[in-house]
Nanobody, 115 residues
Framework: QAQLVESGGGLVQAGGSLRLSCVVSGSLFSISTMGWYRQAPGKQREFVAR???????VYAESVKGRFSISRDFAKNTVYLQMDNLKPEDTAVYYC?????????WGQGTQVTVSS
């Protein structure tokens, strides 16, 4: 079992930055791939970035060079640093923990980028 709690969303102007955090309770964090997904109004949830237990990182093409995912094993936390934000980044951002058997989601945090 795992519980995920995201924070760090908010309203920012285009070109600005935000850092999202996701704290994970339970014992799965160190052995799981952690990911960030987002869902804009009227659209399907889409992949943003993920990081493996060995810290291998994968990014969606739309965020490469602007977003950076990292994890802190001592704090059971995964971060998403978002720079040079664009209005099209506006969405609810969700944290995901994936094991070979299960997946867990946080409640989401709203990111709004104004032009």
């Amino acid at each position: 079992q795992a519980q995920l709690v995201e924070s760090g969303g908010g309203l920012v102007q285009a070109g600005g930055s935000l850092r999202l955090s996701c704290v994970v309770s339970g014992s799965l964090f160190s052995i799981s791939t952690m990911g960030w997904y987002r869902q804009a109004p009227g659209k399907q949830r889409e992949f943003v970035a993920r990081i493996s237990p060995a810290s291998t990182r994968v990014y969606a093409e739309s965020v490469k060079g602007r977003f950076s995912i990292s994890r802190d094993f001592a704090k059971n936390t995964v971060y998403l640093q978002m720079d040079n934000l664009k209005p099209e980044d506006t969405a609810v951002y969700y944290c995901n923990l994936a094991t070979s058997l299960n997946g867990y989601w946080g409640q989401g945090t709203q990111v709004t980028v104004s032009s």
